[in-house]
C-alpha cells in the first residue's frame, strides 16, 4: 500500500509508519516538522493544518490508506476537503474520552453513548466532532490509554520506574478496580491490520481489563522487583492532593470515578484482530527504555511518596 499518516512524528503515529514500513508497504509522514521527526525509511512532507493552503504539498497525490491522529475537527475537516477522494481508506485515531458514561463497566464501542459534539470543545467532545467529520466508511480507533517505549506522557513508565525500586508502594484504590491500557506497538499493529482490510466502524482499541494488583504484581514481576502496596482510597488522595491523571504529584491510574474508561469490553476488536503482547514485555521494554533514554517520568518523587506512605500509615493506626 501507500500509506498517508497525518502526524506520524511523535508517539503513536511513529509507531504506525514503523509497522506499515514494516511490512512493506509505503509510507509517507506529513507534519510540520516541530515534534519529531519521521522514522527512518518514511518519506516526510511537511504540512501545516492551520493554515488554509497548508496540505498544498499533498497536492495531487493519492495514497491507498490514510491514518490521521488530529484532535481539531477543523484540520480533519481541511484534510478531507484536500485529500478525501484520493485516499481508499481512512483511519482516525480518536479516544474512549469520546464516552459520556465514564462509569458503566463492560461497555462497547457500537453501542456506548458520546458525548455532545463540539467543534471548539475540550479534548472529549472535540474528538466526537471529528469521528462525525469522518462518516460511516472510516475506520474508527477509540484508543485507551497508549503506553510503551517512546511514550512522551510519563504516565505508564512513572509506575515502571517505581516498581522497579521495589519496596512498599503507593497504589491508588482498589486492587480489584480495573485497569487498561494498550502498548502503542500492539495499536499500531492493529490499525495497519485495519487499513489492509479495510476496516470500518467504530472500535475500543485498548487491551483487555485486568485488575489493578495484577497489573502491579505482573510489571514488579516481569521487572524482577519485590513490591508490597499500601491502597490509597480516593479520599486520602484529594485530602493529600494528588492528582489523578498524570503531571507532577500524581498517581496515573483511573479511580472509580472513571472507572468505565479502563473496563471496555473489547471483544469486537479482538475479534477484528487485535492481539496484544503480554504486559511483562512492555514492562520490561519501557524499563530498558526509561534507562537508555532517560524518557519522561511523572508521578511522585520517592520523597513525596515517603511522606505520604507515613501519613497512610499513621491515618490507619
Ligand atoms: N497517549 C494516549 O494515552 C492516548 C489515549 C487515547 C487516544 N490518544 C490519541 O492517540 C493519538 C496519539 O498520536 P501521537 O502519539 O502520534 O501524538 P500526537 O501528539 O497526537 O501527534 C500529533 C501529530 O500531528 C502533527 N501536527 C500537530 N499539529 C499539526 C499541524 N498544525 N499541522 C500538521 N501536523 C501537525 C505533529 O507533528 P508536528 O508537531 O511536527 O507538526 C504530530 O506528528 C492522538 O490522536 C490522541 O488523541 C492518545
Not at 19 to 42: D, E, I, K
Not at 97 to 120: F, H, I, K, M
Not at 155 to 184: H, K
Request: hydrophobic share 45%; charged share 20%.
Amino acid at each position: 500500500m501507500r500509506m498517508l499518516v497525518l502526524g506520524g512524528t511523535r508517539f503513536l503515529g511513529r509507531r504506525i509508519a514503523e509497522q506499515a514500513m514494516g511490512l512493506g508497504h509505503a509510507v509517507t509522514c506529513a507534519a510540520r516538522g516541530l515534534s519529531g521527526a519521521a522514522p527512518p525509511g518514511a518519506r516526510f512532507v511537511t504540512v501545516d493544518r492551520d493554515r488554509a493552503d497548508g496540505l498544498d504539498a499533498l497536492k495531487g497525490e493519492w495514497f491507498d490508506a490514510a491514518v490521521d491522529v488530529a484532535r481539531h475537527p477543523a484540520q480533519v475537516q481541511g484534510a478531507l476537503a484536500a485529500l478525501e477522494v484520493r485516499i481508499g481508506h481512512w483511519t482516525f485515531v480518536s479516544t474512549i474520552s469520546v464516552y459520556a458514561d465514564t462509569q458503566t463497566r463492560g461497555q462497547r464501542a457500537g453501542t456506548a453513548p458520546l458525548l455532545a459534539p463540539a467543534e471548539n470543545g475540550p479534548y472529549g467532545p472535540a474528538k466526537v466532532a471529528c469521528e462525525r467529520a469522518f462518516g460511516d466508511a472510516a475506520l474508527i480507533c477509540r484508543a485507551g490509554l497508549i503506553v510503551g517505549p517512546g511514550d512522551p506522557t510519563g504516565r505508564f513508565g512513572s509506575w515502571i520506574a517505581r516498581l522497579a525500586r521495589g519496596g512498599e508502594v503507593l497504589a491508588p484504590a482498589a486492587p480489584e478496580d480495573p485497569v487498561q491500557l494498550i502498548d502503542a506497538r500492539d495499536l499500531a499493529a492493529w490499525i495497519v491490520h485495519g487499513a489492509e482490510r479495510g476496516l470500518a466502524g467504530p472500535f475500543d482499541a485498548v487491551a483487555p481489563a485486568c485488575t489493578r494488583r495484577a497489573f502491579l504484581d505482573r510489571c514488579a514481576d516481569a521487572l524482577g522487583a519485590a513490591c508490597t502496596y499500601a491502597w490509597a482510597d480516593p479520599a486520602f488522595l484529594d485530602r493529600h492532593g494528588v492528582g489523578r491523571d498524570s503531571g507532577r504529584f500524581s498517581l496515573p491510574l483511573p479511580l472509580p470515578d472513571t472507572i468505565g474508561d479502563a473496563s471496555r469490553d473489547v471483544s469486537a476488536t479482538v475479534a477484528a484482530g487485535l492481539t496484544v503482547r503480554p504486559l511483562e514485555e512492555t514492562a520490561r521494554d519501557t524499563l530498558h527504555w526509561l534507562e537508555t533514554t532517560g524518557g519522561p517520568v511523572t508521578g511522585l518523587t520517592a520523597d513525596e511518596e515517603a511522606t505520604l506512605l507515613a501519613a497512610w500509615h499513621a491515618e490507619r493506626g
